[in-house]
Each structure stands twice: as C-alpha cells, then as structure tokens.
C-alpha cells in the first residue's frame, strides 16, 4: 500500500486548496478513506471521510469549507478547502479507512502534505 500527498503549501486566509491523494498497491474503489490533519503540538485530528459509494462525512469542526472526492479512475482522493484560516495550518494526511485518527490510527498513511495559511 502506497499513498502520496500533494498539493500542499503557503496560502493567504481565504484562499482554497486542492490536496490530492495519490493510492496505490491495493483495490482503490472499494477503500474507505480518511483525510486527517496535524497542527502544530496537537494531536492527529480526523477531518473528513468517504466510503467506496462516494458517501462523504466531516468533522464537525471544518464549517462547510472542506469537501472531499474520489476519481477512482486514477486512484486518486482530493480535499478542497475553500475559506482557509489559520487554524486549518496543519500537515493533511490521507489514509484507508473511514475515520482515521490519532485515537484510532488505521494501518496505512501517506507522508502528509504541509499546509500553512498566513498573510
């Protein structure tokens, strides 16, 4: 199993992002995945999940902002964040399985992409 982030990088607040999720190594469209993200002295926080129907669930705490995908045609799973704030600065990582966390640490992540959002 391989997962590759990208996708990251420095954004003004209330810009948008597109983080991708390259998979590879196992059978990508009946995987459930997760998005998850690390701050700074905090812990691995779950954001949002999608099941191999498309089915989406958030983190109560994103507001709205963030909207999870998946192009099974190319492996691949994406995290669009509108609004970004300061807060949301924080490494995001992709992982297999639905509600990946620092509390429930699935088997398989990637290397996580770095996202830092300041004027």
């Known amino acids: 199993v391989q997962l590759v982030e990208s996708g990251g990088g420095v954004v003004q607040p209330g810009g948008s992002l597109r983080l991708s999720c390259a998979a590879s190594?196992?059978?990508?469209?009946?995987?459930?995945m997760t998005w998850a993200r690390q701050a700074p002295g905090k812990g691995l926080e779950w954001v949002s999940g999608?099941?191999?129907?498309?089915?989406?669930y958030y983190a109560d705490s994103i507001e709205g902002r963030f909207t999870i995908s998946r192009y099974n045609a190319k492996n691949t799973m994406y995290l669009h964040i509108d609004d970004l704030k300061p807060e949301d600065s924080a490494v995001y990582y992709c992982?297999?399985?639905?509600?990946?966390?620092?509390?429930?640490?699935?088997?398989?992540w990637g290397q996580g992409t770095q996202v830092t959002v300041s004027s």
């Open positions: 992982a297999v399985g639905l509600y990946c966390s620092g509390s429930n640490p699935c088997n398989h």
């Open positions: 190594g196992f059978t990508f469209s009946r995987a459930t």
């Open positions: 999608i099941d191999n129907n498309g089915d989406t």
